[in-house]
């Protein structure tokens, strides 16, 4: 890189034009792209926190509804004929897959028990694995923007204080006009990597811990669950 060049694109920037616009106009192309690429990641967090606000808020009303309509003393059956014949998630997905494990071993001719209850908590268990998932799903762009966004940013501010000093080499000047202007743009680059990181951080850990409470509350219903078909197993067993 040339060092008149440098000095051509770094000195413009005046002591009194520090504006965000000017830091970001005037900065290398490389520190350009970092800021622009955290950008990038910044917006994509917060579109990824927004759907997943909106996510987790209708699977805990989709289960508050399912657990009132499932102790509600309602048929088994009756319930289980109206989820069936519309996609379900979460809780009554759960509820639909086991069920679904239970009619089919006893509409088979063989309508064997054995190894029943085994088969439905297995169905149960790749069920809540699957919802676990969904609710997980995106979460590992909010982990890597949380953890590699400053770094990213650091990048943008070590390039841009380099230029900054190539141009002071250039201009023969070391007066803090020069000089504050390019430090400024460069760390610039830092402040949007702390920008996109810090939101990223809080809200990964916000959701995981939200995931963590959906997942014991499948797993409790799933515990419940499988022990009211082993009392009908055993019922059926024994008749």
Same mark, same amino acid.
């Given at each position: 890189? &040339?060092?008149?060049?440098?000095?051509? +694109?770094? *000195?413009?920037?005046?002591?009194?034009?520090?504006?965000?616009?000017?830091?970001?106009?005037?900065?290398?192309?490389?520190?350009?792209?970092?800021?622009?690429?955290? =950008?990038?990641?910044?917006?994509?967090?917060?579109?990824?926190? !927004?759907?997943k606000?909106?996510?987790?808020?209708?699977?805990?009303?989709?289960m508050?509804?399912?657990? @009132? #309509?499932?102790?509600?003393?309602?048929? /088994?059956?009756?319930?289980?004929?109206? *989820?069936?014949?519309?996609?379900?998630?979460?809780? #009554?997905?759960?509820?639909?897959?086991?069920?679904?494990?239970?009619?089919?071993?006893?509409?088979?001719?063989?309508?064997? /028990?054995?190894? *029943? @209850?085994?088969?439905?908590?297995?169905?149960?268990?790749?069920?809540?694995?699957?919802?676990?998932?969904?609710?997980?799903?995106?979460? /590992?762009? =909010?982990?890597?923007?949380?953890?590699?966004g400053?770094?990213?940013? /650091?990048?943008?501010?070590?390039?841009? !204080?380099?230029?900054?000093? @190539?141009?002071i080499?250039?201009?023969? &000047? +070391?007066?803090?006009?020069?000089? $504050?202007?390019?430090?400024?743009?460069?760390?610039?680059?830092?402040?949007?990597?702390?920008? #996109?990181?810090?939101p990223?951080?809080?809200?990964? &850990?916000?959701?995981?811990?939200?995931? &963590?409470?959906?997942?014991l509350?499948?797993?409790?219903?799933?515990?419940?669950? $499988?022990? !009211?078909?082993?009392?009908?197993?055993?019922?059926?067993? @024994?008749?």
């Amino acid at each position: 890189m &040339n060092p008149a060049d440098v000095a051509q +694109t770094v *000195l413009p920037l005046s002591s009194s034009d520090v504006s965000i616009f000017a830091l970001f106009w005037q900065a290398h192309w490389i520190v350009k792209s970092v800021m622009l690429g955290l =950008l990038g990641c910044s917006v994509w967090v917060w579109a990824i926190a !927004i759907e997943k606000f909106k996510l987790y808020a209708l699977t805990k009303r989709a289960m508050d509804s399912f657990e @009132q #309509a499932f102790w509600s003393g309602q048929s /088994l059956e009756d319930l289980y004929r109206s *989820l069936s014949s519309r996609p379900t998630h979460s809780m #009554a997905a759960l509820f639909v897959a086991a069920m679904r494990e239970w009619k089919r071993s006893f509409e088979s001719e063989l309508r064997t /028990l054995a190894g *029943l @209850q085994a088969r439905i908590e297995k169905v149960m268990d790749v069920t809540i694995a699957r919802e676990i998932e969904r609710l997980e799903r995106r979460l /590992l762009v =909010l982990a890597t923007v949380g953890s590699a966004g400053p770094f990213v940013g /650091l990048f943008g501010t070590v390039w841009g !204080i380099m230029t900054s000093f @190539q141009s002071i080499a250039a201009s023969k &000047n +070391t007066s803090l006009a020069v000089v $504050a202007p390019g430090i400024a743009e460069a760390l610039f680059a830092t402040a949007i990597g702390l920008v #996109a990181a810090i939101p990223a951080t809080i809200l990964y &850990n916000k959701f995981v811990s939200e995931v &963590n409470k959906q997942a014991l509350r499948l797993e409790g219903f799933a515990d419940e669950f $499988a022990a !009211i078909l082993s009392r009908q197993i055993d019922e059926r067993a @024994q008749g």
